[in-house]
């Protein structure tokens, strides 16, 4: 077999099936597939899938999506009535990503990112848990030295009030003395190596956390560096106008071949204008078709630049069917959900001094609060302090209310660096907010 180039430029099919990773994955799922006991035919219209994206995927003329893999991994547990082993799932996973390490390498750093990213959260997680159950037995063991030191003092009373009262009094309580004495050292000795545990633990957080940030600005280039790649390819491939494919879409959900629908509307997404994706949304909800209008939202906010969200935005919220209350609500929530995961702190104070500006009743305003309201919940301290200094700067009092609400529900440990990180820079209103927060929530729970 002839070497094939693996530089970063697009192989064609047949120059993907002849790589020895695309191949082992392909042999690995055609391996899997055959438990099913069907035809490629039958498993296509079984998932709504396209017969000839199934026997790509399966012949190693493309590497297939993760989508697809867990896909058929449930038909196949569902077929057999027995979980597919875990040892499975991660040898598949590990064979795609070197498959697509070798055939398409923006889009396995995009996805290997993602894992990391993952990781890194779960690992965060699983710290956060260490910590407060650390933090909860330092509690009780402090609590219980500070009961022994209560009645040591008690004993050294009684001790003096007894001494030349009864003699066998003296013994017994001489020895209660020495029981607590012993019991006291033991908590003292517990409670230096629990809090050098913690002390442990939050560094390890502190670290993780860092690293996470890190590994998300990279996500975020990764995912940008992608989405200009997919729009030069879509521009030369997708030349459908607003209606050709508002007609596509159309036949395609007739048809009831919705894949092939939701590829449509990702690349209307990634391709068409502000007003154009605006057009295709509504029409979409005149469909009765809302989740689908839902995705092609939220696919042209994280596909384009905070300059398009932002006049796309601007446009939709305006259009007379989500104008009622219950409507302009769900979609406010659902637009700032978007924002907040998939803007970086940077373009969310890009988008909130291009709407802060507003009137009072201004609804991108009320978006962009609710967008970093979600977003200061798993923000680091440092972009939190970043984006308090900005409200901070606009006298925008109403959002950082919010904003330290939310921050103030953190772990003790995290509020208390965010509240000296806060000191540090001349943040003293806000500190003492997300403290008083904080102990409000403590006092909630305490209850």
Same mark, same amino acid.
């Given at each position: ?53 199934v026997s790509r995927y399966l012949n190693g003329r493309r590497v ?10 449930a038909e196949i547990e569902r077929y057999r009535g027995t979980p ?91 020895? /209660? ?149 219950? /409507? ?12 907040a995961t998939s803007k970086s702190r940077v373009e969310l104070q ?98």
């Amino acid at each position: 077999m002839r070497e094939i180039s693996r530089s970063t430029a697009r192989l064609t099919e047949v120059e993907v099936s002849q790589l020895p990773e695309v191949a082992e994955l392909a042999t690995a799922l055609t391996t899997m597939f055959n438990a099913l006991e069907i035809s490629q035919q039958r498993y296509a219209a079984r998932t709504l899938m396209d017969k000839s994206t199934v026997s790509r995927y399966l012949n190693g003329r493309r590497v297939a999506t993760q989508d697809f893999i867990d896909r058929m991994l449930a038909e196949i547990e569902r077929y057999r009535g027995t979980p597919v082993t875990e040892e499975t799932k991660v040898r598949l996973r590990g064979l795609r990503l070197a498959a697509l390490k070798v055939s398409d390498p923006q889009t396995f750093e995009l996805e290997n990112l993602r894992n990391q990213v993952d990781r890194s959260h779960r690992e965060i997680r699983n710290l956060s848990r260490q910590q407060e159950a650390l933090e909860m037995l330092l509690d009780q063991r402090e609590a219980a030295a500070d009961e022994a030191i209560r009645q040591l003092d008690e004993l050294r009373s009684d001790w003096v009030a007894d001494r030349l009262e009864n003699e066998s009094s003296l013994e017994l309580l001489s020895g /209660k003395y020495r029981r607590l004495e012993t019991d006291q050292e033991e908590l003292r000795d517990e409670i230096a190596r629990l809090r050098k545990q913690l002390d442990e633990v939050n560094r390890l957080k502190e670290a993780t956390e860092e690293k996470c940030e890190l590994l998300e600005q990279k996500l975020m280039e990764a995912e940008v560096a992608l989405a200009e790649r997919l729009r030069e390819s879509t521009e030369r491939s997708f030349t459908l106008s607003l209606e050709e494919a508002k007609e596509e879409i159309g036949r395609a959900y007739e048809n009831q071949l919705f894949h092939e629908a939701a590829r449509l509307l990702s690349l209307s997404a990634a391709h068409f204008p502000e007003a154009d994706t605006t057009e295709l949304t509504i029409w979409l909800l005149t469909e009765k078709r809302d989740l689908d209008a839902f995705r092609l939202l939220d696919d042209a906010i994280r596909f384009n630049s905070i300059e398009f969200t932002d006049n796309l935005v601007r446009d939709f919220i305006e259009q007379s069917l989500v104008a009622s209350e219950q /409507k302009q609500y769900l979609w406010t929530d659902r637009i700032a959900s978007r924002i907040a995961t998939s803007k970086s702190r940077v373009e969310l104070q890009e988008l909130y001094d291009r709407w802060h500006r507003g009137p009072r009743m201004y609804k991108p305003l009320g978006i962009i609060r609710k967008a970093l309201v979600e977003w200061a919940s798993r923000a680091s301290v440092s972009d939190s302090v970043a984006m308090l200094e900005t409200l901070r700067k606009h006298s925008d009092t109403v959002i950082a209310v919010r904003m330290l609400h939310q921050l103030g529900a953190g772990t003790s440990r995290s509020v208390t660096r965010l509240i000296d990180r806060c000191r540090q820079r001349g943040l003293d209103w806000e500190a003492d907010t997300i403290s008083f927060r904080h102990e409000w929530n403590s006092r909630d729970h305490a209850r």
